[in-house]
């Protein structure tokens, strides 16, 4: 229950495709969702975030869409770059326990020039 | 820089050696926690401090790991006599949790990679 299963594993992109990276969960006390970005060698930097009375949040190029009853959520970057490619982790937390913040295995984003 | 930042950056060491890592949160962070990483997977939860107060350390992965954070703000990991299995990145993360509850948002230092020989 305490999982986040995330897919594709890998995905290659044109540039200015749309990515779309898929999570989901079954523990239905998580609240809060948030998306982080890594690139080789460096920290995991978060990205986006959103808690589940939301449907849907927009930051830029990013966008989160959430769908509570199927829960699941998804990552979508609009107008992929080169410099997007890095792998992605969706995570989730439950309640204020630090020990409830899971993350995803990853997906590897290559969008060639 | 204001960011968490760990030391060192990278770590090699031959099987059966103790090492230590050093985190440096932000400075106004409550919360510091240590995660493992090893190649092609998310951060695996290992241990975090609520200011001084260690809250969970069950995820631990064995005797030979333990943390301090002794005046609630740098922290420290060691791993003692280290095994090969143990080669990963080992990442620090801060975060402000407030009294009235709210979202938590964590950020990363860069991570201390360390390879047993």
């Known amino acids: 229950q305490q999982q986040v299963k995330q897919s594709p594993q890998s995905l290659i992109v044109q540039k200015g495709g749309i990515s779309i990276i898929n999570c989901a969960y079954e523990?239905?006390?998580?609240?809060?969702f948030p998306w982080y970005q890594q690139f080789p060698g460096k920290g995991p930097a978060l990205l986006i975030a959103?808690?589940?009375?939301?449907s849907e949040k927009k930051e830029g190029r990013f966008t989160i869409s959430f769908n509570k009853s199927a829960k699941q959520f998804s990552l979508h970057i609009m107008d992929s770059q080169p410099g997007d490619s890095a792998t992605y982790f969706c995570?989730?937390?439950?309640?204020?326990?630090?020990?409830?913040?899971?993350f995803g295995p990853g997906t590897r984003l290559s969008v060639l020039p | 820089d204001t960011g968490v930042s760990q030391n060192p950056r990278h770590k090699i060491t031959k099987r059966g050696q103790n090492v230590t890592f050093r985190c440096d949160p932000i400075?106004?962070?409550?919360?510091l926690y240590w995660y493992r990483q090893t190649l092609g997977q998310g951060p695996e939860f290992l241990t975090y401090?609520?200011?001084?107060?260690?809250?969970?350390k069950s995820r631990l992965l064995s005797d030979r790991f333990s943390a301090e954070r002794p005046k609630g703000s740098f922290s420290t990991l060691e791993i003692q006599r280290t095994e090969q299995g143990d080669s990963a990145m080992y990442l620090c993360?801060?975060?402000?949790?407030?009294?009235?509850?709210?979202?938590?948002?964590?950020?990363f230092g860069p991570g201390t990679r360390l390879l047993v020989l």
């Open positions: 993360a801060s975060s402000l949790v407030r009294a009235s509850g709210g979202q938590e948002t964590q950020y």
């Open positions: 523990n239905t006390a998580f609240d809060y």
């Open positions: 959103i808690r589940p009375d939301v």
């Open positions: 401090f609520q200011n001084e107060a260690q809250l969970e």
């Open positions: 400075s106004e962070h409550n919360r």
């Open positions: 995570a989730a937390r439950r309640d204020n326990y630090g020990q409830n913040f899971v």
